[in-house]
Antibody, heavy 114, light 110 residues
Framework: QVQLQESGPGLVNPSETLSLTCTVS????????WSWIRQPPGKGLEWIGY???????IYNPSLKSRVTISIDTSMKHFSLKLTSVTAADTAVYYC????????WGQGTLVAVSS | QAVVTQEPSLTVSPGGTVTLTCGSS?????????PYWFQQKPGQAPRTLIY???NKHSWTPDRFSGSLLGGKAALTLSGAQPEDEADYYC??????????FGGGTKLTVL
């Protein structure tokens, strides 16, 4: 059964770049769609974007200018970079796989603060 | 991009039936938007209940069902249990277009 695990810094300085990695185990990364989703404290879910295993991407228009999602099939992980962060980017960040439903990672809290 | 709307809150009695809906500012929700429904309990990651409008995961209780109803995606809970109290989110995932979550419905079983 596929499992996803987010990793990365829990604290990022304002104006810097947030970088997270999602490691995939128990299944192939060379198929399906791989998404990043976030949830600010006490608020709802926001879809950030996805990458197809072929490398094609689609992003949330409200974040598109600051987001890059990439995939490394040899390392079985995919990554999120979000530039020029502010306090509004503080959230739990989830990675997820879309195939016959959606499988989620457990999430990782990233705070933006100096 | 379209705005996806859900009821902010609903209350159901134990054993009762409730329907949560998911509408789009772009028009009627269709099966081509592959609607998802997720359940999230406090402090936990969301888990998928329904995908592609009507399909259930192996862990989805039989009392949950998905459908299209009056131009919206719908999640019906028949025979509510106390453990069903949670936040519920829909997601519209059109091919080749940005995906959009609804704002979520806080379901109280009381």
């Amino acid at each position: 059964q596929v499992q996803l695990q987010e990793s990365g810094p829990g604290l990022v300085n304002p104006s810097e770049t947030l970088s997270l990695t999602c490691t995939v185990s128990g299944g192939s990364i060379t198929s399906h769609y791989w998404s990043w989703i976030r949830q600010p404290p006490g608020k709802g879910l926001e879809w950030i974007g996805y990458i197809h295993y072929s490398g094609s991407t689609i992003y949330n228009p409200s974040l598109k200018s600051r987001v890059t999602i990439s995939i490394d099939t040899s390392m079985k992980h995919f990554s999120l970079k979000l530039t020029s962060v502010t306090a509004a980017d503080t959230a739990v960040y989830y990675c997820a796989r879309s195939f016959m439903g959606m499988t989620w990672g457990q999430g990782t809290l990233v705070a933006v603060s100096s | 991009q379209a705005v996806v709307t859900q009821e902010p809150s609903l209350t159901v009695s134990p054993g009762g039936t409730v329907t949560l809906t998911c509408g789009s500012s772009a028009g009627a929700v269709t099966s081509g938007q592959y609607p998802y429904w997720f359940q999230q309990k406090p402090g936990q990651a969301p888990r998928t209940l329904i995908y592609d409008t009507t399909n259930k995961h192996s862990w989805t209780p039989d009392r949950f069902s998905g459908s299209l109803l009056g131009g919206k995606a719908a999640l019906t809970l028949s025979g509510a249990q106390p453990e069903d109290e949670a936040d519920y989110y829909c997601l519209l995932s059109s091919s080749g277009a940005p995906w959009v979550f609804g704002g979520g419905t806080k379901l109280t079983v009381l």
